[in-house]
């Protein structure tokens, strides 16, 4: 099981950018595909984006696709999530989530938790 760790969250301005970071608490982190989930009030939990380790690929939801990008850094243990051009559609709280599954894109085959980081977007 590994633990994860997100910080970087907080409230901002449309048009504005910033980074959210995930730590993991294993150095197995390669083992796992990490992948950024968020979720709005009221709205389900839905995938923004996901990096695999074995090939360096990427892959994101229609909605954050050229604002949004997600890096990693094996020796840090961490994951990191670039948003620029921030909207206030982007306002939620954003999960750090890790799956065994390359192809996990879904809430239900995510195996690992972080505890959230809340993003606000003003207009």
């Known amino acids: 099981q590994m633990h994860l760790v997100e910080s970087g969250g907080g409230l901002v301005q449309a048009g504005d950018s910033l980074t959210l970071s995930c730590a993991a608490s294993?150095?197995?982190?390669?083992?796992?595909?990490i992948s950024w989930f968020r979720q709005a009030p009221g709205k389900e939990r839905e995938f923004v984006a996901r990096?695999?380790?074995?090939?360096?690929?990427?892959y994101y939801a229609d909605s954050v696709k050229g604002r949004f990008t997600i890096s990693g850094n094996n020796d840090k243990n961490t994951v990191w999530l670039q948003m620029t051009n921030l909207e206030p559609d982007d306002t939620a709280a954003y999960y750090c989530?890790?799956?065994?599954?390359?192809?996990?894109?879904?809430?239900?085959?995510?195996?690992?938790w972080g505890q959230g980081t809340q993003v606000t977007v003003s207009s």
């Open positions: 990096l695999r380790w074995e090939n360096g690929a990427t």
């Open positions: 294993t150095r197995a982190v390669t083992n796992y595909h």
């Open positions: 989530a890790a799956s065994t599954q390359y192809w996990c894109a879904t809430p239900e085959c995510v195996d690992d």
